[in-house]
């Protein structure tokens, strides 16, 4: 999300500036692809679907970026098609395949642009997979989840003395000298205090939410707030510092940091 979110040069707006009018030779939606040098696979219904080592990783404004990959890459006969088409103004005509393994089927799972527009010519010969539909990804040996991670993107924890107070109305939920300022592209700071420093009750939630960049976040609830916290309890090397810390954000909450409200 570096490029096409938040503060990236790709944002529309960006929150971020340049010395100089960066969209003015762009057009109002940019796409930028670049190749993938890691061996990405894909596994579906109990087989290897996909293994490439000459993916395409698309980005595009406001959106997630997408692996774009060789249709000979793909295993032989997985793929049937599709009467679904689509057009994309920046792109062109897509046309869908479903991706078939024994009994199971998912539809419309695989696309392409057999004839893409002006300028994405790059993506002819590709063919793009919605990424939850395989079983589990890989990028080398180590699964990856939620979406392709975006070699832009960057976190950075520092432990912090700053005061950091939590308040939900006139209720202190936690206040520390002793949290870790997480950093990531795109995103507010967000200050992980200590689970001692917390002041209220906290009851188990059974949300869970997975980061690609973090990993697994599992919530908390206070009073009169569902999901007002979470931590990762095994964060990514990335995270690693804010392993069992909580985050707190909510309707009603409140974070100073040195008595400056953060988003």
């Not at 790709?10 to 796409?31: C, Q």
């Not at 991706?99 to 002819?124: C, F, K, T």
Request: with cysteine; aromatic share 10%.
């Amino acid at each position: 999300m570096a490029l096409t979110l938040g503060i990236g040069p790709l944002a529309r707006p960006s929150g971020g500036r340049i010395n100089g009018d960066l969209w003015s030779g762009l057009p109002g939606h940019a796409v930028f692809t670049h190749p993938v040098h890691k061996r990405l696979r894909a596994r579906f219904g109990g087989m290897t679907v996909l293994e490439t080592t000459a993916a395409v990783m698309l980005h595009e404004t406001g959106l997630l970026p997408v692996y774009y990959l060789p249709f000979s890459d793909l295993a032989p006969g997985v793929l049937k098609p599709s009467e679904t088409v689509t057009t994309c103004p920046f792109k062109g005509v897509a046309r869908y395949h479903h991706l078939m393994v024994g009994d199971r089927i998912a539809q419309d799972a695989v696309w392409s642009y057999p004839e893409p527009i002006e300028g994405m010519e790059v993506l002819a010969d590709l063919c793009s997979l919605r990424f939850e539909v395989p079983d589990q990804w890989w990028e080398e040996d180590e699964p990856v989840h939620g979406h392709p991670r975006d070699p832009f993107h960057r976190v950075d924890c520092r432990p912090s003395g700053r005061h950091v107070l939590v308040r939900r109305g006139d209720t202190v939920l936690a206040e520390s000298r002793r949290s870790v300022a997480l950093f990531e592209t795109g995103l507010p700071p967000r200050f992980y205090v200590p689970v001692e420093n917390v002041r209220v009750a906290l009851s188990p939630s059974k949300t869970r939410t997975f980061c690609p960049y973090k990993g697994e976040a599992t919530y908390v609830s206070v009073d009169g707030v569902e999901d007002a916290a979470w931590r990762y309890a095994e964060p990514y090397d990335e995270a690693r510092a804010v392993a069992g810390r909580y985050c707190f954000a909510g309707p009603g909450i409140t974070t100073l940091v040195d008595g400056s409200a953060v988003e």
